[in-house]
């Protein structure tokens, strides 16, 4: 006599992600939501690179997937941005969280995310209004140190030796 075992267990929040009405709210409500992402749940990840969902997510999992999304869309890179548009001092958590994000997205998409913050004229501005907070420093000594391919990190050294003279 066998017995049917099922083992694979379907995870709660597969069990939401059947529903069509689900919202990301209730998703972030699982505990086990990071977990998932990190697993690579592909049900999880494809809702989560939902545009609306992804503008409304800071993110720190460091899922590939995400990642490329966030580092080719722009208008998310600039939401993402637009929290250095925020008065000092900075929030600290959100400020590593943010650092985290954009220092995820540099070590991944190194000509694209100095590309984009070329274009930011106010760029070099914003770093050193919130030079003070730790965070931040630690954003800028990773665009010092950590830009691999000869390009990007000739203009990030450009962009050092402006916040050098100020």
Not at 21 to 49: G, P
Not at 115 to 125: A, E, I, M, P, S
Not at 141 to 155: A, M, V, W
Request: charged fraction near 30%; hydrophobic fraction near 40%; aromatic fraction near 6%.
């Amino acid at each position: 006599m066998f017995w049917k075992f099922d083992l694979h267990s379907s995870s709660h929040i597969d069990t939401l992600l059947e529903r069509e009405d689900v919202t990301l709210k209730e998703l972030m409500d699982e505990e086990d939501v990071l977990q998932e992402c990190k697993a690579q749940n592909r049900k999880l990840i494809e809702f989560l690179l939902k545009a609306e969902c992804l503008e409304d997510l800071l993110l720190t999992s460091d899922v590939s997937q995400m990642n490329d999304r966030l580092g080719e869309d722009e208008s998310l890179l600039m939401k993402l941005y637009s929290f250095l548009l925020n008065d000092s001092p900075l929030n600290p958590l959100l400020a590593s969280f943010f650092s985290k994000v954009l220092s995820i997205l540099i070590s991944r998409k190194p000509e694209q995310i100095v590309d984009f913050l070329k274009k930011k004229r106010d760029f070099v501005d914003l770093i050193i209004k919130h030079i003070g907070t730790s965070a931040i420093m630690d954003l800028l000594l990773r665009l010092l140190t950590c830009i691999e391919p000869p390009q990007p990190r000739q203009d990030v050294l450009n962009v050092s030796r402006v916040l050098s003279c100020c």
